[in-house]
């Protein structure tokens, strides 16, 4: 028996999660397994009950989890509360508490989403890369931060890019280990012309590289990699970088798949493991049942194949995923091909050709 804890959040994480719990207990039919899964809120709707973005209990729920499921945090409502008390924090309470170091991005497209994408067909047909990025460190985490008021009435923010050698190192080789099962090529992130982080980042990787010399390594500054990513997105394979520049490209990264909607993910520590989707809880579309829950679906396939280790399985859900996507379309990927479903719809679709 494995226990979930499911976390829906906000907006329209509670839609996505329920049609990610569908395919879920078809999975456990299909396969004679069981999941105990318990929920419990985060983010706004923990706000709302306990006055906390996340609370202790929830916590410690999470720990003792073999793996959280969570949907989306924030919203327009909560966006004015100051930074401590905002739904964010209970996506970063987690990270920190669960020790979830290692962020894994995949942006694999669909044959059938070639036209989804705003890149054009021949730039992105055959786009395979993972992001790996670093979760529990860097800038969001770094101390000293704050704003500061100065003499003259001014003020000043300020925050820490901050990076020690046992973060860099653990990080890199989940990056490396990943690359074996891949292409064997890792590409590392950073901004050693300039960061003196970076400089740290850059030695500790090629450190750890030399352990790893079936896989090739290379370095990349990351202006020059958010460009590259438009321009030639087939040269990743594995793609290892900060907290801060991993959040930015694996946004742009997701653009390469069609839409946000589809890019899943995969947070893991040395003892626990969330999965959520890299989408936000977009607001302008929640209670409608109009959002794509693919992402949140693939994460529950990234959850059977890293937490528990049912490889078959993720493949049938994802396979299940390509099928529908042959016919079906939610309105975010909507192109001139396929058919409009709804969310709770496309749940269905895809739950109904999950196989053992
Ligand atoms: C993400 C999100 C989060 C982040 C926010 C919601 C705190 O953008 O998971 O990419 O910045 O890490
Ligand atoms: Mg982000």
Same mark, same amino acid.
């Not at 395919?23 to 709707?45: M, P």
């Not at 931060?145 to 046992?166: C, L, M, V, W």
């Given at each position: 028996?494995?226990?979930?804890?499911?976390?829906?959040?906000?907006?329209?994480?509670?839609?996505?999660?329920?049609?990610?719990?569908?395919?879920?207990?078809?999975?456990?039919?299909?396969?004679?397994?069981?999941?105990?899964?318990?929920?419990?809120?985060?983010?706004?709707?923990?706000?709302?009950?306990?006055?906390?973005?996340?609370?202790?209990?929830?916590?410690?729920?999470?720990?003792?989890?073999?793996?959280?499921?969570?949907?989306?945090?924030?919203?327009?409502?909560?966006?004015?509360?100051?930074?401590?008390?905002?739904?964010?924090?209970?996506?970063?309470?987690?990270?920190?508490?669960?020790?979830?170091?290692?962020?894994?991005?995949?942006?694999?497209?669909?044959?059938?989403?070639?036209?989804?994408?705003?890149?054009?067909?021949?730039?992105?047909?055959?786009?395979?890369?993972?992001? @790996?990025?670093?979760?529990?460190?860097?800038?969001?985490?770094?101390?000293?931060?704050?704003?500061?008021?100065?003499?003259?009435?001014?003020?000043?923010?300020?925050?820490?890019?901050?990076?020690?050698?046992?973060?860099?190192?653990?990080?890199?080789?989940?990056?490396?280990?990943?690359?074996?099962?891949?292409?064997?090529?890792?590409?590392?992130?950073?901004?050693?012309?300039?960061?003196?982080?970076?400089?740290?980042?850059?030695?500790?990787?090629?450190?750890?590289?030399?352990?790893?010399?079936?896989?090739?390594?290379?370095?990349?500054?990351?202006?020059?990699?958010?460009?590259?990513?438009?321009?030639?997105?087939?040269?990743?394979?594995?793609?290892?970088?900060?907290?801060?520049?991993?959040?930015?490209?694996?946004?742009?990264?997701?653009?390469?798949?069609?839409?946000?909607?589809?890019?899943?993910?995969?947070?893991?520590?040395?003892?626990?493991?969330?999965?959520?989707?890299?989408?936000?809880?977009?607001?302008?579309?929640?209670?409608?049942?109009?959002?794509?829950?693919?992402?949140?679906?693939?994460?529950?396939?990234?959850?059977?194949?890293?937490?528990?280790?049912?490889?078959?399985?993720?493949?049938?859900?994802?396979?299940? @995923?390509?099928?529908?996507?042959?016919?079906?379309?939610?309105?975010?990927?909507?192109?001139?091909?396929?058919?409009?479903?709804?969310?709770?719809?496309?749940?269905?679709?895809?739950?109904?050709?999950?196989?053992?």
């Amino acid at each position: 028996m494995y226990k979930v804890l499911v976390l829906p959040g906000d907006g329209v994480g509670p839609e996505v999660v329920d049609e990610a719990l569908k395919v879920l207990r078809k999975v456990s039919s299909v396969a004679h397994l069981v999941f105990d899964t318990e929920e419990a809120v985060v983010g706004g709707a923990s706000l709302e009950r306990h006055g906390v973005p996340i609370i202790e209990a929830t916590l410690s729920k999470a720990k003792a989890s073999d793996a959280v499921l969570l949907g989306a945090v924030g919203g327009p409502k909560w966006d004015v509360l100051d930074h401590p008390m905002r739904p964010e924090q209970a996506l970063l309470a987690l990270r920190e508490g669960l020790g979830l170091y290692a962020n894994l991005r995949p942006a694999t497209i669909d044959p059938n989403l070639l036209d989804a994408s705003p890149l054009k067909r021949e730039v992105v047909e055959g786009v395979d890369l993972l992001v @790996v990025r670093e979760l529990t460190g860097g800038i969001y985490f770094g101390k000293p931060r704050g704003i500061k008021k100065n003499p003259d009435g001014s003020e000043q923010g300020f925050n820490t890019e901050i990076y020690a050698t046992h973060e860099v190192e653990r990080i890199a080789r989940r990056a490396f280990e990943l690359a074996r099962k891949r292409r064997r090529k890792v590409v590392s992130v950073d901004k050693a012309n300039i960061l003196e982080s970076s400089i740290l980042w850059r030695k500790v990787v090629t450190e750890v590289g030399k352990r790893f010399p079936d896989v090739q390594l290379s370095h990349m500054y990351v202006d020059n990699c958010a460009m590259q990513l438009i321009r030639n997105p087939k040269q990743f394979d594995v793609m290892v970088t900060t907290n801060m520049f991993g959040d930015i490209l694996s946004d742009e990264a997701a653009m390469l798949t069609g839409s946000i909607g589809m890019l899943p993910s995969a947070s893991l520590g040395d003892r626990h493991a969330l999965y959520e989707p890299v989408h936000g809880s977009a607001p302008d579309i929640a209670g409608k049942n109009e959002a794509n829950p693919i992402a949140t679906i693939l994460s529950v396939a990234l959850m059977l194949r890293y937490t528990f280790e049912l490889h078959d399985l993720a493949l049938s859900v994802e396979r299940a @995923v390509r099928e529908v996507l042959k016919g079906y379309r939610t309105v975010d990927l909507l192109q001139e091909h396929g058919q409009p479903v709804s969310c709770s719809r496309m749940g269905d679709l895809i739950a109904e050709r999950v196989r053992s």
